[in-house]
Structures are given as C-alpha cells and as structure tokens.
C-alpha cells in the first residue's frame, strides 16, 4: 500500500499575529523540517512553496526566500505553487509528482501566508479574488458570504445546521488547547459558539463569527523522500494516497450546498489506499467555515447526506471517538495562514503517526486522512498517510 512518497521530517511555526516577516517563517520552519529528517540543504533536489499571497505581502516572488535556510540549497530549483487555500497541497503535490516521476529523490516543501498586517476588510477582498469574477452575482462576493449561504441552503433542505454548526466550533477550539501552534487556545464552549451576541456577532446571515476561520501568519515545511529511500530515516509516514480533484469556479454552474469534488476526492483517496472511511484513526480537514465541516462528515462518508450533525451526536468525530476530526482545532482555532494550511495539515498529522505529536498524540494511530482546499470546493486535495 503506497504511492512511493515518504515524509521523513517537518516543521512548524506557531500560528498566529506574528512579529515574524514572511522570510523568517519560511526559513524558520524549513531549518526546522531539515533539522528533523537530519539531512542538508545539500541533499535536497528541489523546493516548492506554497504561497497564495493575492496582494496580501509584498514579497511576490517568494520561493527562493526557501535557499536561505541553508547554504546547500542555494542554486537548487525552487518554485512557488498558487492554488488559493490548498495552494500548500498544491506545492505537496507537485513534489509528490516530481519524486513520482523519477526526476528528484528528496525534496522540501514549505507553506506561508502574512495576513494579519492587513486589515479584515482587506484580507476579505484579497481572498474573494478567489471566488469566480466574470458574473454579476458572483463577482467580488465574499466568502463568508458564500459559505453563509451554503448553509442557508443546507438548513432548507435537511434543517437548521447551526446548533450543529456551533458544536463543531466548540470541539475545535477545545481540541486546540492542546496545541502549542494554535492561534486561539480557548475553550469557548458550546453556549457561547450557539448564540448571537456583542462578542459573537453575526457575520452574515447563518454564520456567526465563531463559524470563521482566523487570519493568521505562520509557515509549515516538510520534507519528502522517494520510498526506497524512506528506511534510512528514524521517522517515517508514507502516503497511502494521494488524489487532487478541481470542480468547476462559477458557483452558479453547481450546488452551493454540496461537496461534490471533496467527495470524489476523499472517496477516490480511499479507494487509492485500498480502506473505508472506518479504517480512519483521525482525520485533518478543512473548516475554513463550520459548515463546511459539516459538509466533510457527509463528504467523508461518515454520515449521510443532511445527517452530518449524527457524527457529533455519536460522538464519533471527537477526540476520544472512534474518527477525530480536527485533534489539532483545525483552521477554526489552530488558525488559517492560506498558503500555509495544507502543510501544516500534513506535517501534524506525519506527527501523529510518528509519535511526536506531544499533548495533542491520540493512542497509535496508524491512518490519517488529510483534507485541503481550495475555494469553494473547487480545488480538492485528499491525502491518506500511515505508518
């Protein structure tokens, strides 16, 4: 079982209002990722960078900032990937392809985002530049107003979602009291997540501001290995799985309410790796929203569609159920650097399966799957990784 990728180091900056620029979080976390798989710069093919930036930071032409962790990378191939908020799984996937093919052996592969030096209208515009532009009804909307209405739709076919909406938050951020990296280490607390109020205004119709992500700075690297080269590492994940699925941008063209690519994405994942969505140990996902969560449950099969709220009633998503989703408090608390996300997912969930995961370390866990996306479930990466 494998596709012949290996992650054999990574590393990790807190999430967060940092005082960090975008060159000391890349070359932080890369030092890092290097340092844990023990090798050099000199042992490294080639870079990818993950790096939406959409006019948030000035430094467009980031990925040879990579180089300056370490004297051995210098005049190594180095190249950014932009794929909105999977533009970190694109950067993974584009080095799994690379190693896949033969061309490298070993490879380094960093996400990074500065956002919080902008204000939230700001940023808000930068990441709607993401959204389809060339319809009257679609140009320049907001994603919390996409989402927003994603549940709106959602309540209308199967029934209120936010009571539900409100516990996925909650789990979120106690989960991610046990996460040094974390943005927002508090617990919030079912009540506060279910109801309107000065601290907790609604941003849009169906979606209060603990159904948002964070705007957060912070960086994640990792570092992959071709298999036949996996056993000369201490500490090794291997990807079961790796499938990248894209749906069409104009939300007119399809279901605002429904995760078709994530579907197909995760299912095809599964399928790649020969499991069912039982043989799960945990799973990182993409809660940009809380709703669409919600939607993953069903998307992950671990629910049907309109019952995703029975993954929580079950208590089967939690941390002590039998598939926690989002141990890490996902980007609700841990917080959401864009380009940084997908490989933050997959550097905590090779910690998981490693051993080093430190508080947040579930008991042996020998599958996970990684959720990162991009868009409006346009752009869909699902990884299964094991030990």
């Known amino acids: 079982m494998g596709i012949g990728v290996s992650i054999v180091g990574s590393g990790h900056t807190k999430f967060g209002r940092l005082q960090e620029n975008l060159e000391q979080l ?3 976390a890369s030092q890092e990722a290097l340092q844990e798989a023990g090798v050099s710069g000199d042992d490294v093919d080639a870079v ?3 790096h939406f930036n959409a006019g948030m930071a000035a430094d467009a032409f980031a990925s040879s900032l990579i180089l300056q962790a370490d004297a051995g990378l210098r005049f190594k191939p180095a190249t950014r990937f932009e794929n909105a908020c999977a533009s970190g ?4 996937y584009a080095a799994i392809d690379a190693i896949k093919s033969g061309r490298i052996e070993v490879a380094l592969v960093v996400g990074v985002e500065k956002m919080t030096h902008n204000d939230t209208a700001g940023v808000t515009r930068a990441l709607a530049g993401a959204g389809y532009q060339n319809h009257a009804d679609e140009a320049g909307v907001s994603f919390p107003a996409v989402f927003a209405r994603a549940a709106q739709i959602y309540g209308q076919r199967y029934g209120d979602p936010l ?7 909650a789990k979120n951020h106690s989960n991610a009291l046990l996460n040094p990296y974390a943005q927002l280490r508090k617990d919030l607390g079912f009540e506060f997540c279910n109801t309107v ?3 907790n205004p609604l941003i849009e119709p169906s979606l209060r501001m603990s159904d948002c992500s964070l705007i957060s700075d912070g960086a994640a690297a990792v570092v992959l290995v071709a298999e036949h080269r996996a056993a000369e590492f201490a500490q090794r994940a291997h990807f079961a799985a790796a499938v990248h699925v894209s749906d069409l941008l104009p ?3 399809r279901d605002w309410a429904s995760f078709v690519g994530p579907e197909k994405a995760i299912q095809a994942a599964y399928g790649q790796a020969g499991i069912q969505v039982q043989d799960l ?3 990182e996902v993409h809660d ?8 993953l449950y069903e998307a992950m099969g671990l629910a049907e569609k309109g019952k995703g709220f029975e993954a929580l009633a079950s208590g089967t998503v939690y941390r002590d159920g039998a598939v926690p989703v989002n141990v890490s408090g996902g980007l609700k608390a841990k917080g959401h650097p864009v380009g940084a996300t997908g490989v933050s997912m997959h550097v905590l969930a090779y910690r998981q399966l490693t051993g080093q995961a430190g508080e947040m370390q579930l008991t042996a866990p020998k599958l996970g799957l990684v959720f990162n996306m991009g868009g409006a479930a346009v752009a869909n990466y699902a990884s299964v990784l094991s030990v």
Do not use: R
């Open 281 to 283: 140990n945990f799973a």
């Open 89 to 92: 799984a694109a950067a993974m």
């Open 48 to 50: 990818f960078l993950g």
């Open 163 to 169: 009571p539900t909406m409100a516990k996925i938050a």
């Open 251 to 253: 939300l007119h063209s």
């Open 288 to 295: 940009c929203f809380t709703i669409a969560e919600l939607l």
């Open 26 to 28: 890349i070359v932080s």
């Open 197 to 199: 109020s000065e601290k």
